[in-house]
């Protein structure tokens, strides 16, 4: 596979270019039969006045309202072929590019739909006026060659002309250049705020902390105004003056092919003829100008989208891997967080058989869900490795590993939709036993009957229906979906009472049972009675590590820390640069 077919957007301009000399010929067409309106008039004026052939005049009118018809029709195909273009573009990079944000995350890139809007933007370009204009613009010296051959006066207004409003051009992307992107970058801030705000619209509202984040957003959009408005108001003048030159220049040629039919060097048709042409000539640069917004948008968007492929580098094509029976072991794992000096995590160590079930223990910010990020293969290791049945977990495809694996965040999210689709992770098409077998597994099925609908519940935007225990057992239920080799519980019982962690506590048993290896994040010792080794974490550094009975024998003497009280973590989701990559 060479390098642009590994790069989405590469491949699809690949695949774009393609479709350029097929739209260059219909502009070529469209552009010749432009020339249809002034060689009529050259006509009628020429010969038809001239002669008195009505015959003559009807056969040329009906002749040039055939030719305009075509161009019409192509001009139509034109645009068609524009937004199917446009369309195809989105409908192929628009999912290659959530997959690729949601990895830029893992990376430390900002998550977000920013790359969506991108491609909107690029999209609104291809099918707007300002493709168009650049799509006619190398017709331009064409028409003033005509011009020319018409008569060299003219020809020298209209090349004067054309030189002028491709220098105003110039001087519109030379002042709107800096406002436009600070006005971007402004934007995207202010909406990247907007989503974070909306994501804990529970946490502003509750500690009444709306109306500062208020202040703040509208410090930062009036930003974004501002700079919209200055260029806004200079592309507004820069546009202004051009159509007031367009029209001075065509009245100016119109003036001087008067004059040169007074002097006797000119038909009388040939001033109006030449008037139209220069309009043809110069529409494409006033065009542009008027687009100049749209089009700057999208050349900002193209850039920011090639950036983010460069930043996160694809994923290369792997063959299929068996499934794993598993087997998990982290070797001298080590994790650095961008801007601390100290390791996340420092050398942890250990080998988890099939059938095993093990408890990680230890305070705040020893690494806790930093250790299970990294297992579940969302967070690549400074140094050292994590392997599901030998293979590097980073390494492993998504796609291929995502059946065998399942994972419980200390903040649960759930999707839009049905309790069915949340526990069949979404698949289209789910196997209905699997369902319930992962619901009766979770010790949830009952409460899942109780509900409206049951399975077909409707559950809201990330489970608003729901209560937090609700959501956390569902939750548990889509870890436990397929009877995955490997289960990875961060602090599973937050929000569960006392049925929940009864019911928690059998589902690992089961785990086990069937041959799946558990990792459990815990704080309190009950749910630990399942798991057969602890690993105590302490500042990042493995301070134990062996059989539970064992390790908890040496701990009793300790007096644990505080720290180890259950707690309600924010924002589980956030990248390495977040502050939650200590836990």
Not at 343 to 371: D, Q
Not at 443 to 450: D, F, Q
Not at 504 to 520: R, T
Request: proline share 7%; hydrophobic share 45%; net charge positive.
């Amino acid at each position: 596979m060479t390098n642009d077919d590994a790069n989405p957007l590469r491949a699809a301009l690949k695949h774009v270019r393609r479709a350029i000399p097929l739209v260059m010929i219909f502009s070529c067409f469209i552009n010749l039969l432009v020339l249809t309106s002034p060689i009529y008039m050259l006509q009628v004026f020429t010969r038809v006045l001239s002669s008195g052939a009505v015959e003559t005049l009807i056969f040329m009118t009906v002749i040039a309202g055939v030719a305009v018809a075509v161009m019409g029709a192509l001009e139509m195909v034109r645009s068609k072929l524009l937004g199917r273009i446009s369309r195809w573009l989105e409908q192929t990079l628009a999912p290659e590019l959530i997959q690729i944000s949601m990895r830029g995350a893992l990376y430390g890139s900002s998550p977000g739909a920013q790359p969506l809007r991108d491609l909107q933007s690029i999209r609104n370009f291809l099918g707007g006026q300002g493709i168009k204009a650049l799509l006619d613009f190398p017709w331009m010296p064409i028409f003033l060659a005509v011009i020319w051959l018409m008569h060299p006066l003219l020809g020298i207004i209209a090349v004067v002309a054309a030189v002028v409003l491709f220098c105003i051009a110039i001087l519109n992307e030379y002042v709107s250049r800096r406002p436009l992107r600070a006005a971007g970058a402004a934007s995207i801030a202010a909406t990247q705020r907007v989503e974070t705000a909306t994501r804990n619209a529970e946490v502003l509202h509750s500690m009444g902390m709306l109306p500062g984040f208020l202040t703040g957003w509208s410090r930062q959009n009036e930003k974004a105004l501002d700079e919209n408005l200055v260029a806004g108001d200079r592309n507004a003048t820069v546009s202004g003056f051009s159509k007031f030159f367009r029209v001075f220049v065509q009245m100016l040629i119109l003036g001087a092919g008067a004059y040169l039919v007074l002097q006797g060097e000119m038909a009388p048709g040939g001033m109006i003829a030449g008037s139209i042409l220069l309009g043809r000539a110069l529409a494409p640069v006033d065009q542009m100008i008027g687009a100049w917004r749209q089009l700057v948008m999208a050349r900002d968007a193209w850039a920011r989208l090639k950036l983010l492929l460069e930043r996160v580098p694809p994923k290369k094509e792997t063959m299929p891997l068996p499934a794993p029976t598993g087997q998990l072991s982290c070797e001298r794992v080590i994790f650095m967080q961008r801007g601390r000096e100290q390791p996340v995590l420092a050398g942890v160590n250990f080998v988890l058989e099939p059938g095993e079930a093990m408890g990680v223990i230890g305070p705040s910010a020893s690494g806790k869900t930093t250790l299970c990020k990294i297992i579940m293969g969302t967070w690549q290791p400074t140094r050292g490795n994590a392997r599901l049945d030998g293979a590097d977990m980073f390494e492993w495809p998504a796609d291929q590993l995502g059946p065998f694996v399942g994972y419980l965040p200390q903040d649960v999210e759930l999707f839009s939709g049905t309790v069915r689709d949340n526990i069949a992770r979404l698949y289209p098409d789910p196997d209905p036993e699997a369902v319930f077998e992962a619901a009766i597994t979770a010790g949830v099925h009952e409460l899942i009957l109780h509900l409206p609908q049951g399975y077909e519940t409707e559950i809201g935007e990330g489970g608003s229906f729901l209560s937090g225990g609700q959501r956390q057992r569902i939750g548990l239920a889509r870890a436990l979906y397929g009877k995955p080799k490997l289960v990875v519980l961060d602090e599973p019982n937050a929000s569960l009472d006392g049925e929940g962690e009864a019911a928690l506590v059998k589902a690992i048993e089961k785990i086990k049972a069937w041959g799946g290896s558990v990792v459990l994040v815990a704080h309190q010792p009950s749910i630990l009675k399942p798991v057969d080794k602890l690993l105590v974490l302490r500042n990042g550094v493995m301070e134990m590590f062996g059989p539970r009975d064992e390790v908890l024998g040496k701990l009793r003497p300790v007096k644990l820390p505080a720290e180890n009280r259950p707690r309600v973590v924010s924002n589980q989701s956030a990248p390495p640069t977040a502050g939650a990559a200590g836990e």
